[in-house]
C-alpha cells in the first residue's frame, strides 16, 4: 500500500476509533472525575509506550532523531490540546456550557484546513467558506441533539464563563496547529512521537489531579474503562500522528467533521434510542459541508 494511501486510511481508522470512545468518557469522568480520568487513560497509553519500547529497544533513540522543532514545538502542542480540553469541560457549569465547549473544540476540522492553506501551501476556491460553514451548522446540530444551542446562549455564556470558552477555543487551534505542524516538521518520517506524548501527558494531568482532585476509589467498571480507554487513545494518536506525517491532511481533516456524527450514532445503536429528526438533518449538512471543504482545497504546484 503506497503511503499516502495507507497514511489516510490511519487517519481515518483513528476517527472511528475516537467516536466509539465517547460513551466511554463520560461515563469514566462522571465515576473519577475529569482530571483523575484523563490522568489514568494515558498513563495506561504511557506504560503501552514502555512496553514499545522493551520490545523495539533502538526505538527510542530513533524518537530523538526526529526534528527538534516537531518533537518540542508538536509536544507542546499536544499536551496543550489534552489540558485545554479536559479543563474546559471541567469549568464548564452545567450541560449546555459542556455542549457549547465541545462544538468550539470541534472547531478544529475546519482550523485544520484553514491553516493548511497557509503551513502546507494549499489552495482554496470560495466553495470552502460555505462547505465550512454548512459543516458546522451540522455539528451544532449533532451535538446539540434536544437541547437548544443559539448564538445569544453561546455569547451569554461566554462572558459569564470565559475561562471554559476561550480554553475550548484554545483546544481547537492547538490541535489544527498540532496536525499541520507534524505534516510541516515530521512530513516523510517514518515513525512519529507519540510514544514520548502519551507519558508526559499522563505526568502532567497527574500533578493536576493530586493537586485539585480527591483520589477517588477505582470500581472494576472504572479499570476496566480505563485500560481501554488508555489503550484505544493510544492507538488512535498514534494512527493520526501517522496520517498527518504520510497521508493526504486534508482529506482526513474533511473526514474528521464527521466524528461527532460518528460518536452520536455509535451511542444510539448501543442505548438502543431512537435518533432524532436533528439527527439526520445535521447529519445531512456535516456531510455535505465535509465534502465541499474538502473538494475546495488543492496542493499547490
Same mark, same amino acid.
Given at each position: 500500500?503506497?503511503?499516502?494511501?495507507?497514511?489516510?486510511?490511519?487517519?481515518?481508522?483513528?476517527?472511528?476509533?475516537?467516536?466509539?470512545?465517547?460513551?466511554?468518557?463520560?461515563?469514566?469522568?462522571?465515576?473519577?472525575?475529569?482530571?483523575?480520568?484523563?490522568?489514568?487513560?494515558?498513563?495506561?497509553?504511557?506504560?503501552?509506550? $514502555?512496553?514499545?519500547? !522493551?520490545?523495539?529497544?533502538?526505538?527510542? @533513540?530513533?524518537? +530523538?532523531?526526529? %526534528?527538534?522543532? #516537531? =518533537?518540542? &514545538?508538536?509536544?507542546?502542542?499536544?499536551?496543550?490540546?489534552?489540558?485545554?480540553?479536559?479543563?474546559?469541560?471541567?469549568?464548564?457549569?452545567?450541560?449546555?456550557?459542556?455542549?457549547?465547549?465541545?462544538?468550539?473544540?470541534?472547531?478544529?476540522?475546519?482550523?485544520?484546513?484553514?491553516?493548511?492553506?497557509?503551513?502546507?501551501?494549499?489552495?482554496?476556491?470560495?466553495?470552502?467558506?460555505?462547505?465550512?460553514?454548512?459543516?458546522?451548522?451540522?455539528?451544532?446540530?449533532?451535538?446539540? $441533539?434536544?437541547?437548544? !444551542?443559539?448564538?445569544?446562549?453561546?455569547? @451569554?455564556?461566554? +462572558?459569564?464563563? %470565559?475561562?471554559? #470558552? =476561550?480554553? &475550548?477555543?484554545?483546544?481547537?487551534?492547538?490541535?489544527?496547529?498540532?496536525?499541520?505542524?507534524?505534516?510541516?516538521?515530521?512530513?516523510?518520517?517514518?515513525?512519529?512521537?507519540?510514544?514520548?506524548?502519551?507519558?508526559?501527558?499522563?505526568?502532567?494531568?497527574?500533578?493536576?489531579?493530586?493537586?485539585?482532585?480527591?483520589?477517588?476509589?477505582?470500581?472494576?467498571?472504572?479499570?476496566?474503562?480505563?485500560?481501554?480507554?488508555?489503550?484505544?487513545?493510544?492507538?488512535?494518536?498514534?494512527?493520526?500522528?501517522?496520517?498527518?506525517?504520510?497521508?493526504?491532511?486534508?482529506?482526513?481533516?474533511?473526514?474528521?467533521?464527521?466524528?461527532? =456524527?460518528?460518536?452520536?450514532?455509535?451511542?444510539?445503536?448501543?442505548?438502543?434510542?431512537?435518533?432524532?429528526?436533528?439527527?439526520?438533518?445535521?447529519?445531512?449538512?456535516?456531510?455535505?459541508?465535509?465534502?465541499?471543504?474538502?473538494?475546495?482545497?488543492?496542493?499547490?504546484?
Amino acid at each position: 500500500m503506497k503511503k499516502p494511501i495507507a497514511g489516510t486510511a490511519a487517519g481515518i481508522l483513528a476517527i472511528v476509533l475516537w467516536s466509539t470512545t465517547v460513551a466511554l468518557v463520560r461515563s469514566l469522568t462522571e465515576q473519577l472525575g475529569p482530571l483523575t480520568a484523563a490522568a489514568s487513560v494515558y498513563i495506561v497509553g504511557g506504560l503501552a509506550s $514502555g512496553v514499545r519500547f !522493551l520490545l523495539s529497544p533502538g526505538h527510542l @533513540k530513533s524518537l +530523538f532523531q526526529l %526534528p527538534r522543532k #516537531y =518533537l518540542f &514545538g508538536c509536544g507542546a502542542l499536544f499536551i496543550l490540546y489534552m489540558t485545554a480540553l479536559f479543563a474546559a469541560i471541567g469549568f464548564s457549569k452545567d450541560r449546555i456550557q459542556v455542549l457549547e465547549v465541545g462544538l468550539l473544540n470541534y472547531l478544529w476540522p475546519p482550523l485544520t484546513i484553514i491553516f493548511s492553506l497557509g503551513l502546507l501551501n494549499r489552495r482554496a476556491n470560495w466553495i470552502l467558506i460555505p462547505g465550512t460553514l454548512l459543516a458546522v451548522t451540522g455539528m451544532a446540530i449533532i451535538l446539540a $441533539g434536544e437541547e437548544t !444551542l443559539s448564538w445569544e446562549s453561546l455569547i @451569554k455564556n461566554f +462572558f459569564e464563563n %470565559p475561562v471554559a #470558552y =476561550l480554553l &475550548g477555543l484554545t483546544a481547537a487551534v492547538s490541535w489544527a496547529l498540532y496536525s499541520n505542524l507534524t505534516r510541516r516538521w515530521a512530513g516523510g518520517h517514518p515513525e512519529g512521537a507519540v510514544d514520548l506524548f502519551m507519558p508526559v501527558t499522563g505526568c502532567v494531568f497527574l500533578a493536576f489531579s493530586l493537586t485539585l482532585e480527591s483520589m477517588p476509589g477505582y470500581t472494576q467498571r472504572a479499570v476496566l474503562e480505563t485500560v481501554f480507554l488508555g489503550l484505544a487513545t493510544y492507538l488512535g494518536y498514534g494512527l493520526w500522528d501517522y496520517a498527518m506525517r504520510q497521508g493526504e491532511v486534508v482529506l482526513v481533516a474533511a473526514c474528521s467533521y464527521l466524528t461527532p =456524527l460518528l460518536s452520536t450514532l455509535i451511542s444510539v445503536f448501543y442505548l438502543r434510542v431512537s435518533p432524532t429528526q436533528g439527527l439526520w438533518i445535521g447529519c445531512a449538512l456535516l456531510v455535505t459541508g465535509s465534502l465541499l471543504s474538502w473538494f475546495s482545497v488543492e496542493a499547490t504546484k
